[in-house]
């Protein structure tokens, strides 16, 4: 099945910004058995590498977003503007989380991941007014005042867009499957950048 523009249109908004001179950016869940197409595509490129699912079957990750989906703690979303999906985006609670063993997690805290899509058309400043948009959803969230990331710490385009996101980079932990670079930023950081830089 490919989910299609107007499919995208009816399902459920988590969160919306008007971006002047893009359109309408949207937030909304990930629906595994509809997505998965799009969702394979992109996991499967090299460019996603450190996505961790080049080598996997459809049918396999179908299965790891369907396990996702079942979770309370962890939440899968595509990121819409004007129609057309340009990321996949994660959060998860990092005390529900392998991470959570590997520094001092607390409740306040969420984690995410972000794959973007395959560029379609260039888009001036992409990265950090996208990621302006998810940390402004983040700490919407009740209780939540610190944003974990945790980067393959060998992916080099990751790490220069955290600290052009203002993320101050905290240790190297080793997870199960890679060796993590840890990020943080506080709602009171955000709060004092109030909009990130090239904005």
Known sequence: ??????????RTTVYSE?????????????????????????????????WGMTEKSREEVLEI????DSLDTHHAFLVILDG?????????EPLHDPVGEAYPARAEDIGMHLLLAPATRPIPHFTPRLATALIRYMFSLPGKDRIIVEPDSRNAKALRRLEATCFELGPII???????????????????IQELPAR
């Open 65 to 68: 977003y369907e396990f996702l």
């Open 174 to 192: 080793q997870l199960e499957e890679k060796e993590a670079q840890l990020g943080f930023l506080t709602r009171a950081d955000f709060e004092d």
């Open 84 to 92: 057309e999906p340009l990321a996949l985006f994660q959060t998860y």
């Open 18 to 50: 008007r971006l002047d001179g893009w359109g309408s950016l949207r937030i909304i869940p990930l629906v595994p058995a509809e997505d998965i197409g799009l969702i394979h595509e992109w996991v499967s490129q090299p460019r996603a590498r450190f």
């Open 1 to 10: 099945m490919t989910t299609t523009a107007q499919d995208f249109a009816a």
